[in-house]
Structures are given as structure tokens and as C-alpha cells.
């Protein structure tokens, strides 16, 4: 018979909080399991998950987000825990607009992109700055330069365009500057030609199926057939090639080793290690015949690739179904998908090698985040079913990737009280234009009276390409981006910046025209007008650059015929939607020659 000592008091102290943690473990999974899809979301609120040091039980934190405000988003990769998204222990659910026109070098510079992730993040702005890009351009009979160029026999890889990778490069680094998260889709679906905006995988069939490296054969009735490729060079060959399931189109997972090893030439991160990526979408709206989704073979085996080379930022299916049928949207094998262990990986010319000793341990799915897209009044109440479903039975984390069209700004508000109230973890708005750097803001047509949504948005702009529906719109998604993180809405809209240029239009005969790049969140500006020896002021006044690129010139001949111009100067600041105003920017002089034929 063994004889032991009796224990200390510290060790039954220990044994007794030992069994209170497990205890309360066992109870709150017990809690969590019994949840409906309604309240799922709450209990993950409260249930003490947290890797701050606060360690609050209350995962919303604060009511006005103090403790969030501590979190620097850039140094943190959202994770999915229990179909929700968090950052740093915190709530990381989203409202916010697609920015389309992002990757797009042709017309967005540095100016474009500084300006909307200014505006995304600012102080007062969104609870949580994320957007949403377009897919990489391929070149194809509507893009003559985009990102992928060809396919290099030699090589056996694809051409890049190293001036467009690096504008990507300023992308994610203007984007982790400011904080804002990203979701990148990779690749276009194929709607036909005649809406090829910017290259599908059409294109890269093409550019793929003219090797003519070797020959392939198959049985088919017992005969061998010849499926050498010999030049597809128009749509309609390409599309007798099944883009999800030929083999030699394994060659499209060569593009996300190019651009998850790439390294960015400005922050030196390499892509696939950049927490500034919120999620890579395995494409943009991909599906079969446009009523089934992407085929979940291929969908895992596009998401397992992202996986191997980027393990730390999520996955979004990219499939969009065109069907009224919610179990017929999504794939259930994608939907299973489990959760496996990952360990860091270090990256060589061979690819990816598991490092021996792993800093840390962590667990994902094949397929993080499931998503659908929205349009028109018909589709905005759809939401609700779509997240009982992907988060409420299957435990997913879901997101609205593009909303829009809806006939009425309240629409905007029910559809995302659905989201919320049923699980959602983001939606996206189609979409959102900055401002230009030739002054003024850029816009687009969508067709049928929708146009583009530009922030703080006006509801009573002249032009005919602003919606007068923007304001409203904007407001509400501001609104819900705190409700939904159950912090308060800021009483105030954030204060815009001094504007960052001010110059005189040389096409100007006279040059008595003044030009300004828009400062973010700017309603209005106030025009002064001062003499630059004393400081005295002749004069103010209120103007506004809610029209479209190119046509935001302001003619000066009245404060050019009632001040003298010797020492003349002209500078504007922005006024808030609440009236407040911004820094003023820089003085302009005004030369003497100016405006000649104006009374003095």
C-alpha cells in the first residue's frame, strides 16, 4: 500500500481554482451550444473571451469604445471565433462601402488613395475602417495594362506588370498607415465579353491554353482524343475549357505565390504576412452558369493554397449564387469545413517549409468567411435567412460582400438591423468614389438612377452623378458600424483636415479660377480672403466641391474686383457636417496681373 503526504493548504487553494475554471468552461460552452441563432451573437459578447488586458467579460467594451480607441488595428490579424469576428479580444463587426477603383492605377494615384482611407478611418468616422477592393486586372480586350500580362512559356509562370504590383504595394501600405482593413478579391468571374471590365479567368484560360508545351490525350469511347491546346485567342474557345476543374489551369495558384511572397518595396512586409489584409476572397462573384456557386472542390483547394502561404489572414468564399435558394448558395462541404492546426511557416525558393520549432499554435478553417451579394429592393430582405443559415446553423462567419440598389435609404437601415440582429459580422456598400486630385470627386453610373456614394455625402448637390440618397445612406452605415460593436454613436462628425493643395487653373484665360483637393469629410468650405503683408480680411464665404472631377473650378472675380492685389492671398478650410471648422491650408498669392480687366 503507497503512503503519500497529505496535502499543503496552497496545493487544495490550487486543486479547488484548477476546478472553478473548468467548471466555468464547461458551463459556458454548455451556454453557448443552447443559443439560437438570435442571441448567439450576444452570448459570444459576454462570454470573457478576451486577449486584452483588461480581460472584461463585456466583449463590447465600453459604451463609447474607449477601450477599443487602445487597440492599434495595424499590429493585430482578425480572427473568427465562435462565427463572429475579432481583433485583439474585441468585436471587429463592419458597415462600411467597396472601393472598386483601388487597384486601379489608371485613376487612382496616391492622392485617391491617401484620401479614402483617410476618410475611412478618421476619428469619429467608422466604429471599424475595412473596405473592399476589385479583383487584380488582367490584360484582356478592355484593359491594356493590368497586373497579369501573359503566360511565360519559359518560365512556366505568369508576366507581371512590376509598375502595377507596386502600386499595390502603396495600396497596403497607405492602408496600414491609416489603419483600414482590407478584403481582396483575387480573380473576376466570366460574365461574357461584353462585361469583361477588367480580365476574368477567361482570359487567363487564354493566355494559359497557347503553351502548346506538350500534348495531352483522353479516353474517350475507348479512343484516345488529342486535347492539345493550340491558341485559344477568342472568348469563345476559352469557354470550352472548365476552368474549375482542368488541370493545367492549376497554374492560376501560381499567381497567389507571386502575390503573397511579394514583398512591399515601401514598408518592406511581405503581402502574406500583412495584418492590414482583414481576408483573401477566392474571387469575385465566382459561379457555374451564374445559378450554382463555385464548385466546393474548387473553393477548398483555392482556399487550402491561401492557407500554405498565408495562414494568419482569413479566407472568403467568393461564390454568388443567382438563386432564390439559401441552401443552394452555399456548398455544405465548404460549409463543414474544420478547423485545423496551423503553425508558422517560413518561405524559400522551394516555397513554403514548416519551421521545426513554431513561435506559436493557432487553429482556422479552409474557409474563414462566407459572404452574398445584394441588389436591389427585392434582395434586401434575404439577409436574415442567409445568416441563419451560414452562422446560425453552421457556425460561419458571414459578411454582406456588396449591398446596394435598394429603393429607399430605410432599406439600408432594416437590412443591417437584420444582419446584426441574425449574426452578421459585416456588410459593404457598392460602392464608394473619393475625391480627385484635380479637384473635385470622381463618380460612376450604376444604371437605372444609381450612382456612386461619396462621404460625409450631399443630399442636395446639383449634379446629376451624386445620389441625393448618399447622405442618408452614409449616416445610417456610420451608425450601425458602432450599434453593431455595441458602442455609441459619436454625437460629433469627425473635423476635416486643411485641404492639401489650393492653385489657380491654367486653362484659365484670366486665371482667376480656383482649384482645391478635397479634405475628407469636408461639407463645405469657407473662402478667405486676406492681404499677406498686415492679415487684415476682406471678406469670407461659403463654398462647396460636391460636383464632379474637373468641373469644381470657383470663379474669383468677386473677391478679385473688391480687394486690392498687391498683396493679395486666398486660402479655404473645411466646415464639418456639424458646422465645425477645420485648419486652414496654405495662403495662395494672388498675383497682380490677375484678372486684368476687373475693376480695382
Known amino acids: 500500500m503507497l503512503v503519500t503526504a497529505p496535502f499543503s493548504l496552497s ?29 448567439k451573437t450576444q452570448v459570444f459578447l459576454n462570454s470573457g473571451w478576451s486577449t486584452s488586458s483588461t480581460a472584461r467579460g463585456d466583449q463590447g467594451g465600453s459604451r463609447d469604445g474607449s477601450e477599443w480607441t487602445s487597440v492599434d488595428p495595424r499590429d493585430h490579424f482578425v480572427r473568427v471565433h465562435n462565427g463572429q469576428l475579432v481583433l485583439a479580444g474585441h468585436p471587429f463587426r463592419f458597415a462600411g462601402l467597396n472601393a472598386p477603383e483601388l487597384l486601379d492605377g489608371n485613376v487612382s494615384g496616391p492622392f485617391e488613395i491617401g484620401h479614402t482611407f483617410q476618410t475611412l478611418s478618421m476619428r469619429g468616422s467608422f466604429a471599424r475602417a475595412v ?56 480573380i473576376n468571374q466570366d460574365t461574357g465579353e ?96 451564374g445559378m450554382r456557386p463555385a464548385p466546393a472542390s474548387w473553393t477548398l ?32 462541404e465548404v460549409l463543414q469545413s474544420k478547423s485545423v492546426l496551423s503553425r508558422y511557416y517560413t518561405y524559400g525558393s522551394e516555397g513554403a517549409i514548416r519551421l521545426t520549432r ?41 459578411v454582406a460582400g456588396e449591398m446596394g440598389f435598394f429603393a429607399e435609404p430605410s432599406m439600408y437601415d432594416s437590412f443591417l438591423k437584420d444582419l446584426h440582429k441574425y449574426g452578421g459580422s459585416g456588410a459593404l456598400v457598392w460602392s464608394l468614389r473619393p475625391a480627385s486630385a484635380g479637384g473635385g470627386y470622381k463618380t460612376h453610373g450604376e444604371g437605372n438612377g444609381n450612382f456612386a456614394m461619396h462621404i460625409p ?17 452614409i449616416s445610417i452605415l456610420r451608425h450601425h458600424s458602432y450599434t453593431m460593436n455595441h458602442q455609441k454613436t459619436p454625437a460629433q462628425h469627425p473635423v476635416p483636415p486643411a485641404p492639401s493643395k489650393v492653385w489657380l487653373d491654367p486653362s484659365s484665360p484670366d486665371q482667376t479660377h480656383l482649384l482645391w483637393t478635397s479634405a475628407p469629410w469636408a461639407h463645405s468650405y469657407e473662402l478667405i480672403l486676406r492681404d499677406l503683408s498686415t492679415g487684415h480680411e476682406y471678406g469670407r464665404r461659403q463654398v462647396w466641391d460636391c460636383t464632379k472631377e474637373g468641373e469644381s473650378r470657383l470663379e474669383l472675380s468677386r473677391e478679385l474686383g473688391a480687394a486690392p492685389r498687391r498683396q493679395l492671398g486666398v486660402c479655404l478650410r473645411g466646415i464639418s457636417l456639424d458646422g465645425t471648422p477645420g485648419p486652414e491650408s496654405e495662403m495662395l498669392r494672388l498675383d497682380s496681373s490677375i484678372g486684368n480687366d476687373l475693376a480695382i
Open 194 to 289: 461584353d462585361s469583361n471590365w477588367v480580365g476574368s479567368y477567361a482570359d487567363l484560360i487564354r493566355m494559359v491554353s497557347t503553351r502548346n508545351v506538350h500534348r495531352r490525350f483522353l479516353i474517350t469511347n475507348g479512343a484516345f482524343r488529342d486535347l492539345q491546346r493550340k491558341g485559344l485567342s477568342t472568348y469563345e474557345e476559352s469557354t470550352k475549357v472548365d476552368w474549375w476543374t482542368d488541370h493545367e489551369m492549376i497554374e492560376s495558384q501560381l499567381i497567389i505565390d507571386k502575390l503573397l511572397n511579394r514583398v512591399n518595396h515601401i514598408n518592406g512586409i511581405r503581402i502574406g504576412d500583412d495584418a492590414t489584409i482583414l481576408a483573401f476572397e477566392t474571387g469575385n462573384e465566382m459561379n457555374c452558369n
Open 11 to 39: 496545493q487544495r487553494l490550487g486543486f479547488s481554482v484548477i476546478f472553478l475554471v473548468l467548471t466555468m468552461g464547461l458551463l459556458s460552452n454548455l451556454k453557448l451550444k443552447q443559443a439560437s441563432a438570435t442571441d
Open 457 to 473: 455625402g450631399w443630399a442636395t448637390c446639383s449634379h446629376p452623378e451624386f445620389d441625393p440618397r448618399e447622405r442618408q445612406i
Open 131 to 186: 473596405t473592399r477592393t476589385y479583383t487584380l486586372q488582367i490584360n484582356s480586350r478592355n484593359i491594356g495594362r493590368g497586373h497579369i500580362k501573359s503566360w511565360h512559356r519559359e518560365w512556366k509562370d505568369w508576366e507581371w506588370d512590376e509598375g502595377r504590383l507596386k502600386e499595390i504595394d502603396r495600396v497596403l501600405a497607405e492602408a496600414r498607415k491609416y489603419g483600414v482593413k482590407l478584403i481582396i478579391p483575387i
Open 301 to 332: 483547394k483555392i482556399a487550402k493554397h491561401f492557407k500554405s502561404r498565408a495562414p494568419q489572414i482569413l479566407v472568403m468564399d467568393g461564390s454568388f449564387a443567382r438563386t432564390e435558394s439559401i441552401t443552394g448558395s452555399y456548398p455544405i
Open 358 to 398: 513554431p513561435r506559436c499554435c493557432f487553429r482556422y478553417s479552409d474557409v474563414d468567411i462566407l459572404s452574398y451579394h445584394y441588389y436591389g429592393s427585392g434582395d434586401s430582405y434575404r439577409v436574415k435567412k442567409d445568416c441563419e443559415y451560414v452562422f446560425g446553423k453552421h457556425g460561419k462567419a458571414f
